[in-house]
RNA sequence: GUGGGCGUAGUUCAGUCGGUAGAACACAGGAUUGUGACUCCUGAUGUCGUGGGUUCGAUCCCCAUCGUCCACCCCA
C-alpha cells in the first residue's frame, strides 16, 4: 500500500465527535446576531491581492509573510482570505448596500494564513464577524461591545473563576496618532541602547507595537513611554468618554489599556480586545474596533464603521478547556431487534415512530448482534428509550419498552398503536 | 521566520544502558442462551511518524524530513 497523503500543515479536520461544539456555537451565535438585527453576508475566500495589501496595509505582517497568494491561469495575483473586513467592505461598496442605508452585517467563514501553528492558532482557522457600517457615534461602539458581552454569556463563558477580560483603548484619529507617533519614535530615539532588535526593526515602521512587546527588559522603558491618550484629539477624547460612560451603564466590564494597539492599519478611535487567561500565548478571543477611513480609502462613499471578529477555533478551545458544554445524547429512541426478525418488520416500526414523533431521535440497530450488545449500543447512544421488537413481540403484535434512564419506570408490553402517544407522554420534549 | 521539548495500540502513556514491545482506558466476546450503565473473566489490535546512516542486528544511537507542543513573533 501506498503512504496515505497526510492534511496540510496548519488546518485541521472537524471529526463527528466535535462538529456538535461547532453548530452549537453557530446556533448560538446566529440567533444572538438577529436578535440585535445584524443580518449575514457571505463573500468568496479569494480577493484579488491588491484587496488585502491597501485595506490591512501593506507593511503588516499579514501582507508581507503571510498571505497564501497564488496567481491564476490569466496571471492575475489572488489571495486567501486572511481576514473578513477587507472583503466584507468589498463587497459593501460593490453591491452599494449603503445606499438604502446603515448597514449591520456578520460573517462567518475559514480565513487563511501562513503562520507557524501553535495552540490557538491554525493556518486555516474560523473567523465570525460583526461590523455595524454608517454610524460615527460611540453608540454604534457600545451596541458591538454589549453584544459581545452578552455573547460570551450565552456560551457559557461568564464565569467568574475564568473571566473573558474585554481592554479598550482608542487610538484617536490619523493626525492625532501621527504626532504621537512622532513623540513616541523620539522618545525612543532617547533610548535606543534599552531597545531589543525587534523594537529597533520597527521603531520606525510600526512603533506603536513596540508598546505591545513581552520582553521584560523593556517593560520600564515602555511603562516611562509618552502615552497616546495624552496627544488625543478632542473629538477622539469626547467618543471615548461617551463609549466608557454606555458601557458603564449597561453593566459592561472593562479595563483601559492605554498601550493596547492593533496590528491592522485601518483601525482608528476605539480599538478593543476580549482576551482569556486559560489558552496560553494565543489570548485573544475577539478583537476589533472602529476603522472610519477605510471604505473611502477602498473607493467607497465616506462611511464609518466599526466591528470585530472572533477566532471560532480558540473560542471552542476556550470552551473545551473549561469544559462547559456537554456533549447531547445521540437518540432520543433506540430499536433493538431479534436476529429472527425480519429486517422489514423492524423498518417500519422505525419509520411509523419517525413520522408520528418528528422531533425524535430514532435509531435504528442495523449491525445485528445479542441482546446483550444492542442494548450497550442503545446505552451508549444516550438514548432514553428502548423499544425492543423480538419474536415474541412481533407474534402477539406488540412492542416492549424499556427505560434506560428512569428506573422507576419498569419495562412494559405495549401495542404497536399505542406507542407513539406513550414515548410522546414520557419523552421531555 | 527564530529557539527548545516531544512523536510507541483507537486514546493517554510506560519501556528496551541496541537483541523487533507493555499498562490503563476504549473496543469485541463471555459470566447472565431476551436486557445496557457497576463487577469479574477472555480476546484482537502496533510497518515503535517517514526516509537514510552506523551496526551482525536500530523502536532505542546519528542525520534529514514531516507532524505536534511551548516560548518568541503575530493576531482572532
Redesign the pocket.
Known sequence: MS?AI?RV??MYDVLPDQTWQWQRAENIMRRLFQQYGYREIRFPIVEKTALFCSAIGEV???VEK?MYTFSDRKGESLSLRP?GTAPCVRALIQNNLMASGPQKLWYSGPMF?Y????????RQ?Q?VGVEYFGNPGPQADAEILILGQRLWKELGLDAQAHPVRLEINSLGTAESRGRYREALIGYLEGHKDLLDE?AKR?LYSNPL?IL????PLMQDLIAQAPLLRDFLDQESLRHHEQLKHLLDAAGVEYVENPRLV???DYYGKTVF?WISDDL???G????GGRYDTLVERQGGKPTPAVGF???L??LLLLIETLGLWQAEPLADIYLVSEAGVDAAEVFALAESLRTALPQQRVIQNLEG?????Q??K???SGAEFAV?L????LAEGVV?V?A??N?DLP?QQISRKELPRFLCENLKK
Do not use: V, W
Request: proline fraction near 2%; charge should be positive.
Open positions: 503512504q497526510s500543515r496548519g503588516t505582517d499579514i503571510e481576514e494564513r503562520e507557524r501553528p501553535q495552540k490557538g492558532r491554525n482557522f473567523q525587534d520597527r507595537r505591545d512587546s513581552k520582553n492593533r496590528g491592522l480586545e496560553g500565548a494565543q485573544t478571543i475577539c478583537g471578529a472572533l477566532g477555533d480558540r448482534g445479542s441482546f446483550k450488545a442494548f450497550r442503545a446505552d451508549r425492543i423480538g419474536e415474541r413481540e416492549s424499556k434506560l434512564k428506573r419495562q
